[in-house]
């Protein structure tokens, strides 16, 4: 069960935050935020399966709307704007969540990674960020790979965690592994034949529930370790 949020986002007004409540306590608590991707809100199947599982490993997990898709619109705000959102969330978080005050972790699915990573890089000292969580990061849009995204990603100095699907269209692991080698600190966890949303197929696939389990186990083993 998530306990709702404003989130002032200034001009634009506030957002809706959801913060998933950490069961059982942890000895040494943390909080991560996730952004949703592009075509999917917060309450999306991912999302919330995702924000629930950390919950109950232990860990507060807060999500938020970015202001176009709380709007009910398609179409990606301009960079500047979800950043700026990304930012408001992060403030509301910590004054929330009190664990966020001990140690904050970051990310979200395709788009809501990348914009956290941009936001690290724009104000590394001020957010004060433990660590980045990307949740199938877009490298390229599907069929562009010339359109690279990671120009950015050598410039963040904070621990980073890619989950990448094998067959992720948007980044295959081929692709992701000289990307998350030439950053400053970073890890790839791959999904062996997942695709963008880490879902395997294939008649001997693993469930999507295996599938996620793992990776949620993944996320918090290597959040552990930080």
């Given at each position: 069960?998530?306990?709702?949020?404003?989130?002032?986002?200034?001009?634009?007004?506030?957002?809706?935050?959801?913060?998933?409540?950490?069961?059982?306590?942890?000895?040494?608590?943390?909080?991560?935020?996730?952004?949703?991707?592009?075509?999917?809100?917060?309450?999306?199947?991912?999302?919330?399966?995702?924000?629930?599982?950390?919950?109950?490993?232990?860990?507060?997990?807060?999500?938020?709307?970015?202001?176009?898709?709380?709007?009910?619109?398609?179409?990606?705000?301009p960079?500047?704007?979800?950043?700026?959102?990304?930012?408001?969330a992060?403030?509301?978080?910590?004054?929330?969540?009190?664990?966020?005050?001990?140690?904050?972790?970051?990310?979200?699915?395709?788009?809501?990674g990348?914009?956290?990573?941009?936001?690290?890089?724009?104000?590394?000292?001020?957010?004060?960020?433990?660590?980045?969580?990307?949740?199938?990061?877009?490298?390229?849009?599907?069929?562009?790979?010339?359109?690279?995204?990671?120009?950015?990603l050598?410039?963040v100095?904070?621990?980073?965690?890619?989950?990448?699907?094998?067959?992720?269209?948007?980044?295959?692991?081929?692709?992701?592994?000289?990307?998350?080698?030439?950053?400053?600190?970073?890890?790839?966890?791959?999904v062996?034949?997942?695709d963008?949303?880490?879902?395997?197929?294939?008649?001997?696939?693993?469930?999507?529930d295996?599938?996620?389990?793992?990776?949620?186990?993944?996320?918090?083993?290597?959040?552990?370790?930080?």
């Open positions: 069960m998530a306990t709702a949020f404003d989130i002032d986002v200034g001009v634009a007004g506030t957002v809706t935050g959801l913060h998933y409540q950490a069961t059982p306590s942890r000895r040494e608590p943390a909080t991560v935020v996730l952004a949703h991707g592009a075509g999917g809100p917060q309450l999306s199947p991912f999302m919330t399966t995702f924000s629930s599982a950390l919950s109950t490993r232990g860990l507060d997990a807060v999500t938020f709307n970015f202001v176009y898709m709380e709007r009910g619109r398609r179409a990606p705000d960079k500047a704007r979800l950043e700026n959102c990304y930012r408001a992060i403030d509301a978080t910590r004054r929330v969540v009190p664990s966020a005050r001990a140690r904050l972790i970051i990310g979200g699915k395709s788009m809501g990348r914009i956290a990573s941009q936001v690290v890089v724009a104000d590394p000292s001020d957010l004060g960020v433990s660590g980045l969580v990307f949740l199938g990061y877009p490298l390229h849009p599907p069929g562009r790979p010339e359109k690279r995204r990671d120009a950015h050598q410039d100095g904070a621990p980073m965690l890619f989950v990448q699907g094998s067959r992720d269209t948007f980044g295959t692991e081929t692709e992701l592994r000289p990307v998350v080698k030439a950053c400053q600190r970073a890890e790839l966890h791959i062996d034949g997942g963008h949303s880490l879902k395997v197929r294939g008649k001997d696939a693993p469930s999507v295996e599938v996620y389990a793992s990776v949620q186990d993944a996320i918090v083993k290597w959040i552990d370790a930080l």
